[in-house]
């Protein structure tokens, strides 16, 4: 399975995007996913995550509010709206899926625990 990530740009602060994540080659329909960031010189930062059936998600007290995870498992995608953008949300976005299946419906923060990554999306918010 590979997972690619969509829909970065450029856009001013205050405006929208929408991330898409797109698994190929097989289905995530059973994992929990996440959404990650990093900038130059830091490390990859938990920005949302939901679990397998959507119940679950859990969001970065940076952008709560802001910011909203989702997924539609018939179509093998996984979203993040992002409202009211800001500089500092300037990063490289990855979307991660774990690879082991668990139940229940709290989503884990810690990047170690997401084994497929997609490549990237550049997100850069001008002021």
């Known amino acids: 399975v590979q997972l690619q990530a969509f829909w970065g740009g450029l856009v001013q602060a205050g405006e929208s995007l929408r991330l898409s994540c797109v698994a190929s080659g097989g289905t995530f329909n059973n994992y929990f996913m996440a959404w990650f960031r990093q900038t130059s010189g830091q490390s990859r930062e938990f920005v949302a995550g939901?679990?397998?059936?959507?119940?679950?998600?859990a969001h970065a007290d940076s952008v709560k509010g802001r910011f909203a995870i989702s997924r539609d498992n018939a179509k093998n995608t996984l979203w993040l709206q992002m409202n009211n953008l800001q500089p500092e949300d300037t990063a490289v976005y990855y979307c991660?899926?774990?690879?082991?299946?668990?139940?229940?419906?709290?989503?884990?923060?810690?990047?170690?625990?997401?084994?497929?990554w997609g490549q990237g999306t550049l997100v850069t918010v001008s002021s």
């Open positions: 939901i679990s397998w059936n959507g119940v679950g998600t």
């Open positions: 991660a899926s774990e690879t082991q299946w668990r139940g229940g419906v709290i989503v884990s923060i810690d990047r170690s625990r997401y084994g497929l």
